[in-house]
C-alpha cells in the first residue's frame, strides 16, 4: 500500500509515521508513504495556497491550483487511478467496512485542508470521495488521514505481528470484544471471570460469545440488525431483553 498524504503541516506526520507498527511496516516494504507540502505546488512567489471566498465571508479558502497541479504530478495517465480522499465532516462515515474496502487499493491519496476549507473545484474535480471519521470539526484533516493510514494498514497481510489479531477485533464480526483478561487472577480482590481459568474451551468459546453479544446489546444495539445470529445467539438476547424488565 503506498499513501500520498497532501498536507500544509508535513511535520504532524513524522510522529505518526515513526511509531512501531507503521514503521516496522515500511521497513518490511509492506506500505510506503509520501507527505507532500502542497504549498510546494502554488502558483506565485510568495506560495499562496488560500484566499478570501468569494460572495465574503470568516476565513480562507484553500485555492484549487495546488491541489490539481500536485494531482497530475502523483497520478500517471496511464495508470489506473487510485482513490483521492477529501477529509471532511461533510464526507462518507468512516467504518470498519470502509476500511477493508479502502485496504483493498494499492495506493491511496489523502487531501488534508485547514481554514474554512476547500474551493469546491477541489471536492467536485479533485477528490473522488469525502470522508469523514466522525460528527464534530476539527482544524485540519491531518488526524483524519492519521486514521485512514493507521486503520488500512493494520488490515494489511503481516502489518500486525499476529495475522489473526485483525480478524478478532470488535467489528471483524460486527459485534463489539469481549473482556479480557490477563494475570494475576486475583488484584485488590477483583476476580477474573471463573470460566476462563478453568481450560474449558468450548465453555470459554461460548462466554466470550455471550459477552460480545451481551456488550453489543448494552452499548450498540443497533450493530444487532447487520449481524448474522445463531439460534443461540438469539436465545442469549432473548434472556437479556427478559432480565431487563427485572
Ligand atoms: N470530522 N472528518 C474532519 C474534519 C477538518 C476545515 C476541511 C472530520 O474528516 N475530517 O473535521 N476536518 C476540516 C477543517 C477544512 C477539514
Given at each position: 500500500?503506498?499513501?500520498?498524504?497532501?498536507?500544509?503541516?508535513?511535520?504532524?506526520?513524522?510522529?505518526?509515521?515513526?511509531?512501531?507498527?507503521?514503521?516496522?511496516?515500511?521497513?518490511?516494504?509492506?506500505?510506503?508513504?509520501?507527505?507532500?507540502?502542497?504549498?510546494?505546488?502554488?502558483f506565485n512567489?510568495?506560495?499562496?495556497?488560500?484566499?478570501?471566498?468569494?460572495?465574503?465571508?470568516?476565513?480562507?479558502?484553500?485555492?484549487?491550483?495546488?491541489?490539481?497541479?500536485?494531482i497530475?504530478?502523483l497520478?500517471d495517465?496511464?495508470?489506473e487511478?487510485?482513490?483521492?480522499?477529501l477529509?471532511?465532516?461533510?464526507?462518507?462515515?468512516l467504518?470498519?467496512q470502509k476500511?477493508?474496502?479502502?485496504?483493498?487499493?494499492?495506493?491511496?491519496?489523502?487531501l488534508?485542508?485547514h481554514?474554512?476549507?476547500?474551493?469546491?473545484?477541489?471536492h467536485?474535480?479533485?477528490?473522488?470521495e469525502?470522508?469523514?471519521?466522525g460528527?464534530?470539526?476539527?482544524?485540519?484533516?491531518?488526524?483524519?488521514?492519521?486514521?485512514?493510514?493507521?486503520?488500512?494498514?493494520?488490515?494489511?497481510?503481516?502489518?500486525l505481528?499476529?495475522t489473526?489479531s485483525a480478524?478478532?477485533?470488535?467489528?471483524?464480526?460486527?459485534?463489539l470484544e469481549?473482556?479480557?483478561?490477563?494475570?494475576?487472577?486475583?488484584?485488590?480482590?477483583?476476580?477474573v471471570?471463573e470460566v476462563?481459568l478453568?481450560?474449558?474451551?468450548?465453555?470459554?468459546?461460548k462466554?466470550?460469545?455471550?459477552?460480545?453479544?451481551?456488550r453489543?446489546?448494552?452499548?450498540?444495539p443497533?450493530l444487532?440488525?447487520k449481524?448474522?445470529l445463531?439460534?443461540?445467539d438469539?436465545?442469549f438476547?432473548?434472556q437479556?431483553?427478559?432480565?431487563?424488565?427485572?
Amino acid at each position: 500500500m503506498r499513501f500520498d498524504v497532501l498536507t500544509l503541516f508535513p511535520d504532524m506526520f513524522t510522529g505518526f509515521i515513526q511509531n512501531s507498527m507503521i514503521q516496522k511496516a515500511h521497513e518490511k516494504g509492506l506500505i510506503e508513504t509520501r507527505i507532500i507540502n502542497f504549498r510546494d505546488y502554488a502558483f506565485n512567489k510568495h506560495r499562496t495556497v488560500d484566499d478570501i471566498p468569494y460572495g465574503g465571508g470568516d476565513g480562507m479558502v484553500l485555492k484549487p491550483e495546488p491541489f490539481f497541479e500536485a494531482i497530475d504530478d502523483l497520478i500517471d495517465p496511464n495508470e489506473e487511478k487510485p482513490p483521492v480522499l477529501l477529509m471532511s465532516p461533510q464526507g462518507e462515515r468512516l467504518t470498519q467496512q470502509k476500511v477493508n474496502q479502502l485496504a483493498t487499493h494499492s495506493r491511496l491519496i489523502l487531501l488534508c485542508g485547514h481554514y474554512a476549507g476547500f474551493d469546491e473545484r477541489i471536492h467536485q474535480y479533485v477528490a473522488t470521495e469525502e470522508i469523514s471519521i466522525g460528527d464534530y470539526v476539527l482544524t485540519g484533516g491531518e488526524l483524519p488521514a492519521m486514521i485512514i493510514m493507521d486503520s488500512v494498514s493494520r488490515q494489511i497481510p503481516g502489518v500486525l505481528g499476529n495475522t489473526l489479531s485483525a480478524q478478532n477485533d470488535s467489528f471483524a464480526d460486527g459485534l463489539l470484544e469481549y473482556p479480557q483478561y490477563t494475570r494475576p487472577a486475583e488484584y485488590r480482590g477483583y476476580q477474573v471471570p471463573e470460566v476462563l481459568l478453568s481450560g474449558h474451551h468450548l465453555r470459554i468459546e461460548k462466554w466470550r460469545r455471550q459477552e460480545s453479544l451481551r456488550r453489543t446489546w448494552e452499548r450498540r444495539p443497533e450493530l444487532l440488525d447487520k449481524v448474522t445470529l445463531t439460534e443461540e445467539d438469539r436465545i442469549f438476547l432473548r434472556q437479556l431483553e427478559d432480565q431487563q424488565g427485572e
